[in-house]
């Protein structure tokens, strides 16, 4: 079974910037992918960011390019999300999860992605 838990979350000033983590335990195949998904107060979930487990095959929404950058850690099986020059439109709860299907190549959709983590609140003032 895979667990993801999200952390790093908390309330910043608009241009600071934040890392998240998700902490994976169960295994999880080499070709999956994980991603990166927000969810801002009212609206439905987005794509954030995206790489294969393995590492590599980076994707990233339009409004992150260049801000954000995901990562892993194989040593502590852990991903991060690093968010710089935070915008107040930003703020969101922010999720990782994993798509277990080799090579997917629907990595934007929420609904190809099979295991979530709770979740944590990201809000950037102004």
């Known amino acids: 079974q895979v667990h993801l838990a999200e952390s790093g979350g908390g309330l910043v000033q608009a241009g600071d910037f934040l890392s998240l983590s998700c902490a994976v335990s169960g295994h999880i195949p080499s070709d999956s992918t994980l991603g990166w998904f927000r969810q801002p107060p009212g609206t439905e979930r987005e794509f954030v960011a995206s790489?294969?487990?393995?590492?590599?095959?980076?994707k990233y929404a339009r409004p992150v390019y260049r801000r954000f950058t995901i990562s892993r850690d194989n040593s502590e099986n852990t991903a991060y999300l690093l968010m710089k020059s935070l915008k107040v439109e930003d703020t969101a709860v922010y999720y990782c999860a994993v798509d277990p299907s080799p090579n997917s190549s629907i990595y934007y959709s929420a609904a190809a992605y099979n295991y979530w983590g709770q979740g944590t609140q990201v809000t950037v003032s102004s």
């Open positions: 790489m294969r487990w393995s590492g590599g095959n980076t």
